[in-house]
């Protein structure tokens, strides 16, 4: 069965710093990977998606998210963090079918 | 283009009445979904239709939860009776080709809360 697990309930980072979310999943065959962002009373936006290829995958407004297969992580990462940036963060995974498993989340906050 | 509509965005009812959510997915999207996330929890998917025929919903609890895409656009999901449980963000997603696109495009959902 799919799964996907996200240790961090709350991520605290100062504005400026780097900022790394954290996701681990279990999946049988090749896994398809996702990051989706939701801000208060919207709903999910598409941040990047690992499908294929190079491990390192860029996305929207300057995330980025590096596929580890022997650590089954794919972990969402960002150079300098913005208070904008602060919203609840999703990561999903599909296998051999379109069906997302989406994780518990992880509250990004990050301070001025 | 316009994104995946939902009506309405707050609904507040009482334990055993009834309530429908509708969605209007991305204009050509042959496939639709509908999750469930509750708070604290991460979407759950309910139901997957494919133009107007049920793809997936082995989630869906059956004894109150229904739903349809008559024409294969817009689509309905209802409960009947709803349960305090119920209460949670109902949210709908599309996509075109996923083997194409991998991407599921979501609307805004409708927050139900059943006293």
């Known amino acids: 069965a799919q799964s996907v697990a996200q240790p961090e309930d709350q991520v605290n980072v100062a504005e400026g710093n780097p900022l790394t979310v954290k996701c681990t999943y279990s999946?049988?065959?090749?896994?398809?990977l996702f990051w989706y962002v939701q801000y208060p009373n919207r709903g999910l936006q598409f941040l990047l998606k690992y499908i294929t290829g190079d491990n390192l995958v860029k996305g929207s407004y300057g995330f980025e998210a590096e596929f580890n297969k022997s650590q089954t992580s794919f972990h969402l990462k960002k150079p300098s963090a913005l208070v904008s940036d602060s919203a609840l963060y999703f990561c999903a995974v599909a296998g051999n079918t379109d069906k997302l498993i989406f994780g518990t989340g992880t509250r990004l906050q990050v301070f001025p | 283009e316009a994104g995946v509509a939902q009506s309405p965005r707050y609904k507040i009812i009482e334990k055993r009445q009834s309530v429908a959510f509708w969605c209007n997915p991305i204009?050509?999207?042959?496939?639709l979904y509908w999750y469930q996330q509750i708070l604290g929890q991460g979407p759950k998917l309910l139901i997957q239709f494919q133009n107007n025929g049920v793809v997936d919903d082995s989630q869906l609890p059956k004894d109150r939860f229904s739903a349809e895409r008559l024409k294969g656009v817009d689509s309905t999901l209802k409960i009947q009776p709803a349960k305090l449980e119920d209460s949670a963000v109902y949210l709908c997603?599309?996509?075109?080709?996923?083997?194409?696109?991998?991407?599921?495009?979501f609307g805004p959902g409708t927050r139900l809360t059943v006293t």
């Open positions: 997603a599309s996509s075109s080709d996923w083997r194409r696109s991998y991407e599921q495009y």
């Open positions: 999946v049988s065959g090749n896994p398809y």
């Open positions: 204009s050509g999207h042959a496939t």
